[in-house]
DNA sequence: GAATCATGAGAAAGCGTTTTCTCAGAGCGT
DNA sequence: ACGCTCTGAGAAAACGCTTTCTCATGATTC
């Protein structure tokens, strides 16, 4: 049996360009050229291969029209943990901003392996047109060297020193020290910063605000207990807290306090009656909690769709190397009810 | 200015097979050849093509290829809602697990707009080797004429007559009795069930059980009380399920728990002393609010990585139209502390 | 009425790969 | 030494589309 016949004829083959073509009694290019709207196309002609297509349910191949067009309306986004809320919130909001512009997205999550991030974004960028790099963990030098290879290129939560690469990022130095100082104002003199991931570049930032607020207040102990960024980490912390006798904390971010609140309240240790303690990001679940959580609020769902007129305008721009916009958010301390002036008992 | 030649040499196109092909001396068709590892090459010349290739950091154009190979690597996820730490989680499963085989996930959300559903679907389903359709609204009848021309398809939450496509469900029916049952069991009477989205087809289900559960306990009041599927909307029922006089809270899911839970706490009411309250799905906050959720665990992390498992098997299998499985999970209920028997005095 | 021009459709050349087809040359047997 | 097979590399086709180039046709102008 002829195979080499049946194969061609039996193959249950996308219907394709050709095929429009040959019913419409057309060549391909003129099918292309009604279906894009380019040239100037006879109306009856356009109308015989317009009805062509939506019999034979005709959808232009993308990778087709990728490989001719060099562009694949797509962009990627890497990311280093796509569990944690914060990451989730900035790919939705991306995702969601870029569909209105007919744009989809590729998500890659490094799961906090910082050696594959460059990987990882350098096929995302192969695929797509252009990649938004989050939280990334990678060195400097690293960032530096691969951001060019990158171009249409934005950065969350980190800079590189040549301004062509827009950037969006929280201040997390001083959103930090606004809470210390929250706490401070209500009487706290005895605090802690559970810290987050060694290579986290918010992480840095928070520790270097902290060296800033232990300048302006000599006074107030500050101790720093290492941690992680999430629920289990903070959990696991609760002893260590206790331990350390201090009555304000400010844990690295919602996830972590959410965690610590939790093993507080497993111990019996009142919140914000014997502790008082902080959050950052202000992640949904933060008002939820119980109680309702103190934190620093970072806008969090515009940073995605942000991130993607930021990647729009660098699409659009094709070429120019123009020095890019570098956006800065200022977090803002969200006072719920996890801090409260402290217990009137002085410090052991 | 020669314009043409201008262009020609200084674009900075990216480097071809072309390209390391003249680098090398050899024609494209070996260089593909050695990478590739397809066909027996000369080990000097593969060597000669290799140095070639790492010096000019050729890396293989990602559509090219695909076109050429009719493969993308690339699956697409449709989501009614990326906001859903449900979804978040399938998402994450299943971009991990499809990152294993080297494969990338695109992910489309359709914001619980129904009539979106069919068009993201297809248009992901042309850039993507598969598709997986997550708790699609869509009508049966829709998804019936839909799921063929999606083909290499996986469906979780939903399912369909013909047996070609595997599908991922959970029994939310047994699951929100089983809950009731254990409400019963701690002496509840008075029982309310805080519906979710009309057109969410695990809400459908878990009325089916409850339909069960009046049949078999014919003694138990059973309230349905109208709701949606986020942390706002268990917020806003608190007055209502108050003036129900209830003592037992059935909710859609956790995070309509998480809201109930906060607008109680805010109206001093005691959970579980004065009402006892139930979710449902077990995401990971679950166990850290206060008190802790009661709740029907779905193995959320397993659904993801399953999902790609089947979308594995139905790419590697490619044509022979044999019967898929047809998961089932049964929720576990995981009794924590947002349950207690309810106060002794009378109901009103 | 012939020369010029605008219009619009087909032919063909890309886009960057993989893969089949073809063929040169080396190695082997007789 | 001749022909045969076998290895391996280049030429070319294919993937499905867009777009430039080319050229026919009919309209316009002097």
Redesign the pocket.
């Not at 380019?38 to 356009?46: H, K, M, Q, S, W």
């Given at each position: 049996m002829g195979r080499?016949h049946m194969a061609?004829r039996n193959t249950n083959?996308?219907?394709?360009?050709?095929?429009?073509?040959e019913k419409a009694?057309?060549?391909?290019?003129?099918?292309?050229?009604?279906?894009?709207g380019?040239?100037?196309?006879?109306?009856?002609?356009?109308a015989r291969v317009r009805a062509a297509a939506v019999e034979l349910k005709?959808?232009?191949?993308?990778?087709?029209?990728?490989?001719?067009?060099?562009k694949t309306d797509t962009i990627g986004i890497v990311v280093p943990d796509l569990a944690n809320p914060t990451f989730q919130a900035i790919l939705r909001g991306l995702s969601i901003a870029a569909a209105q512009d007919g744009y989809r997205v590729l998500i890659a999550d490094s799961s906090e392996v910082t050696s594959e991030e460059a990987i990882l974004a350098g096929e995302a960028r192969r695929r797509c047109d252009g990649v938004v790099l989050c939280a990334p963990r990678m060195s400097d030098a690293e960032l530096e060297e691969l951001a060019p290879t990158l171009h249409p290129l934005v950065l969350i939560n980190r800079t590189t020193i040549a301004t062509n690469t827009p950037s969006l990022s929280v201040d997390y130095g001083q959103g930090i020290q606004e809470l210390a100082q929250h706490l401070v104002t209500l009487g706290h003199r005895r605090l802690v910063f559970l810290s987050g991931p060694e290579h986290s570049a918010s992480n840095r930032q928070r520790l270097v605000g902290l060296d800033q607020f232990r300048k302006d207040h000599p006074d107030v102990e500050l101790q720093m207990l290492h941690g992680g960024s999430n629920f289990d980490s903070g959990h696991e912390s609760t002893e260590a807290i206790i331990a350390s006798g201090a009555t304000g904390i400010l844990a690295f971010n919602d996830l972590v306090a959410m965690g610590l609140l939790s093993g507080l309240h497993e111990r019996g240790v009142r919140v914000p009656e014997d502790i008082s303690v902080t959050g950052f990001d202000d992640i949904p679940f933060a008002k939820y909690t119980t109680p309702p959580l103190t934190t620093a609020a970072v806008p969090i769902n515009e940073l995605g769709s942000l991130a993607w007129r930021r990647m729009r305008e660098q699409i659009q721009q094709a070429g120019e190397a123009t020095t890019q916009a570098q956006d800065e958010f200022s977090p803002r301390v969200e006072i719920r009810k996890s801090t409260a002036a402290p217990a009137l008992k002085p410090a052991s």
């Open positions: 080499g061609r083959r996308r219907v394709g360009i050709a095929d429009v073509a009694g057309v060549s391909h290019a003129t099918v292309s050229r009604v279906m894009n380019n040239a100037a196309v006879d109306p009856g002609i356009a005709y959808q232009p191949n993308p990778v087709g029209r990728s490989l001719a067009l060099g």
